[in-house]
Each structure stands twice: as structure tokens, then as C-alpha cells.
Nanobody
């Protein structure tokens, strides 16, 4: 039974920082692609960042490149998203998700089967 549980969201001022965490269970963390996605009210869910199973190769949305850092601790089965220099337009519900491949990391959220419940990030 795959389970993903996000935490770390909250309210922060423009220019501030937050670190999101996603605890993963139910599969071998080192064998799946994992990623962060977000959805603002009235908008489509979009990719924020993804990390390949090996934990080295990453991908970022253009809007967050240089501001966000995705990482994973395979010993603890935790996925992280360090968010710096936050902007108001980053306000959204942030979700972590897993894709069951060690070699492919899709950018489209529709490909991901396993999702957490989301954690709200509000930048004001």
C-alpha cells in the first residue's frame, strides 16, 4: 500500500523560505521517480520539480528554477522541496507524487499514480 504524506506548508511573506517534506511508504523509495506538483485555485495542476529514482537527476519548472531545490533522503524515505525567494504567485496546494519507474520521470501530472493529500503554501 503506497502512501505519501506531505508536511511543512504554511504562510510566509514574499521573499521568505519554506521546506516541504513528503514521507513515503509502501515501496522501495530508490526505485520510483518522485516529484512535487502544485495547484492554485482555478488553475491546472502543474509540475514544480521531479527527481529520478537514483536521486541525482532533477528537473524544474522554469518558474522555480534557481529558487527551489528538490532532494531525497533514501535512508529515511523522505522527499524534500526547499523553497527560497518565494513569490506570491507560488501560493498553491503542493502535492508530492510517485511514478513507478526508475528511469522515467514524466513532467505531466496525469502520469503519476500515487499522490499525497497536499500541503498548503501561502505567500503574502
Amino acid at each position: 500500500h503506497v502512501q505519501l504524506v506531505e508536511s511543512g506548508g504554511g504562510s510566509v511573506q514574499d521573499g521568505g523560505s519554506l521546506r516541504l517534506s513528503c514521507e513515503v511508504s509502501g515501496y522501495s523509495f530508490g526505485t520510483y521517480c518522485t516529484g512535487w506538483f502544485r495547484q492554485a485555485p482555478g488553475k491546472e495542476r502543474e509540475e514544480v520539480a521531479t527527481i529520478y529514482a537514483g536521486g541525482v537527476a532533477t528537473s524544474y519548472a522554469a518558474s522555480v528554477k534557481g529558487r527551489f531545490t528538490i532532494s531525497k533522503d533514501s535512508a529515511k524515505n523522505i522527499l524534500y522541496l526547499q523553497m527560497d525567494s518565494l513569490k506570491r504567485e507560488y501560493t498553491a496546494m503542493y502535492y508530492c507524487a510517485s511514478y513507478d519507474s526508475a528511469y522515467v520521470c514524466p513532467l505531466d501530472h496525469q502520469s503519476y499514480l500515487y499522490w499525497g493529500q497536499g500541503t498548503q503554501v501561502t505567500v503574502s
